[in-house]
Nanobody, 127 residues
């Protein structure tokens, strides 16, 4: 059973940057595809970014494409979400999630595709 622990987040001014991290224990990320989701107050949880099991193929929501980057550090067994040019609309609780992926290039954008979730971390962007 994999356990995900998230870190990073916090308060940043509009235009600033933050990096969120998701560290796995129990298993390595090499077995999993990874997703990032976010939930703003009063809204449903939305897809943000996905990374294939190979760590090569990525997918992003239109709202973050070009500003956010997802990457993996194999040695640290950590996946990161690098967020640039943040705006108040990015304010939300961010979650990482993983699922077993049988194909190395597959990525997943639906939250129901994921089996394990991190605890969530708050990102607040002030205007």
């Amino acid at each position: 059973q994999v356990q995900l622990v998230q870190s990073g987040g916090g308060l940043v001014q509009a235009g600033g940057s933050l990096t969120l991290s998701c560290t796995a224990s129990g298993r390595t990320f090499s077995s999993y595809a990874v997703g990032w989701f976010r939930q703003a107050p009063g809204k449903k949880r939305d897809f943000v970014a996905a990374l294939s099991r190979s760590g090569v193929t990525t997918n992003y929501a239109d709202s973050v494409r070009g500003r956010f980057t997802v990457s993996r550090d194999v040695e640290k067994n950590t996946v990161s979400l690098h967020m640039n040019s943040l705006n108040p609309e990015d304010t939300a609780v961010y979650y990482c999630a993983v699922r077993i992926a049988y194909y190395s290039s597959s990525y997943y954008s639906r939250q129901e595709d994921y089996q394990h979730w991190g605890q969530g971390t708050q990102v607040t962007v002030s205007s």
